[in-house]
């Protein structure tokens, strides 16, 4: 079974800077691409940014210049460091990752958390 954990969210003011963790643990024999994700009231999920397991990063036009992933892969552990953060950067963020297990391939998501934007 493979777990993927995300910390680091909160309430921060319109501006500032927060860095989000996603940690992947359990039965894992490589992670493939990770991937974060968001979720504001009444949309859809959106693509954020993402990592290849080469270190390729793409980012969603919205957050370019201002988000940047990076991830640890001897942690099996990704982030997103969100710098001049907007109230519409407000949602649950989500950490999403492509996982080999010893008996598979399996997509994962973790459980999200809040990140709120005050103006």
């Known amino acids: 079974q493979v777990q993927l954990v995300e910390s680091g969210g909160g309430l921060v003011q319109a501006g500032g800077s927060l860095r989000l963790s996603c940690a992947a643990s359990?039965?894992?024999?490589?992670?493939?691409?990770m991937g974060w994700y968001r979720q504001a009231p009444g949309k859809q999920r959106e693509l954020v940014a993402g990592i290849t397991s080469g270190g390729s990063t793409n980012y969603a036009d919205s957050v370019k210049g201002r988000f940047a992933i990076s991830r640890d892969n001897a942690k099996n552990t990704a982030y997103l460091q969100m710098n001049s953060l907007k109230p519409e950067d407000t949602a649950v963020y989500y950490c999403n990752a492509d996982v080999t297990s010893w008996n598979g391939r399996y997509d994962r998501w973790g459980q999200g958390t809040q990140v709120t934007v005050s103006s």
């Open positions: 359990g039965s894992i024999f490589s992670i493939n691409a």
